[in-house]
Nanobody, 115 residues
Framework: QVQLVESGGGLVQPGGSLRLSCAASGIIFSINAMGWYRQAPGKQRELVALFNSGGSTNYADSVKGRFTISRDNAKRMVYLQMNSLKPEDTAVYYC?????????WGQGTQVTVSS
């Protein structure tokens, strides 16, 4: 089993910044992907940023140039630095860890961008 715990969400004004963290624990032999998704009220969960197995990254077009994903493999941590936040970034942010063909999700952390 893989456990994921997110932290770092909160309320921020437009133009502000937040840094999300995700800690992975459990039996992890091979991580194929690790990163972040988000789900806004009434919308489907969508990709935000992801590390693929080869180390390459994917970003949603809506966050390119504003968000940066990073990781610390030794600590089994993945981070999401979010700058220039917009109200449309408001959502619950979920950490994903793909081990083999199985997806594991964190409990989510709320990010609210509002003045």
């Amino acid at each position: 089993q893989v456990q994921l715990v997110e932290s770092g969400g909160g309320l921020v004004q437009p133009g502000g910044s937040l840094r999300l963290s995700c800690a992975a624990s459990g039996i992890i032999f091979s991580i194929n992907a690790m990163g972040w998704y988000r789900q806004a009220p009434g919308k489907q969960r969508e990709l935000v940023a992801l590390f693929n197995s080869g180390g390459s990254t994917n970003y949603a077009d809506s966050v390119k140039g504003r968000f940066t994903i990073s990781r610390d493999n030794a600590k089994r941590m993945v981070y999401l630095q979010m700058n220039s936040l917009k109200p449309e970034d408001t959502a619950v942010y979920y950490c994903l860890c793909r081990v083999g063909s199985s997806d594991y999700w964190g409990q989510g952390t709320q990010v609210t961008v509002s003045s």
